[in-house]
């Protein structure tokens, strides 16, 4: 399962919990965001793949909310869903670059130090 409990999702931080099917605070049966609790629920039967491309996707419902651009998507599921399904797929095709971009930000983060 995911080795953190908090991430810091850009104005302020969410709690990742992990909850049992059919909690009935839960809409889903494999993740679950909620900008009003802070909080990401996650399946405690997902692992790999699916456990990335489900926090990959619960992740894009924060930053629509966090950016403030709910009301620019109009049809959230179906957006979060290609988006995160895209990440997925580019994290499995270039590994390199993902490794590439966090050195870069680490660098330019070391630079203004």
């Not at 909620?34 to 997902?46: A, N, W």
């Amino acid at each position: 399962m995911i080795p953190f409990k908090r991430i810091n999702g850009i104005s302020r931080f969410f709690d990742i919990k992990i909850f049992q099917p059919g909690d009935p605070q839960i809409d889903s049966e494999y993740g679950h965001f909620s900008e009003k609790r802070g909080t990401i629920g996650l399946s405690p039967e997902q692992k790999g793949g699916q456990l990335i491309d489900t926090l990959e996707h619960e992740l894009g419902h924060l930053i629509i909310e966090e950016m403030g651009i709910a009301h620019l998507v109009k049809d959230e599921e179906k957006f979060v869903n290609a988006f995160a399904r895209g990440r997925v797929a580019l994290k499995r095709l270039n590994p390199d670059l993902e490794r590439w971009m966090l050195d870069e930000l680490e660098r330019e983060r070391d630079a203004g130090d």
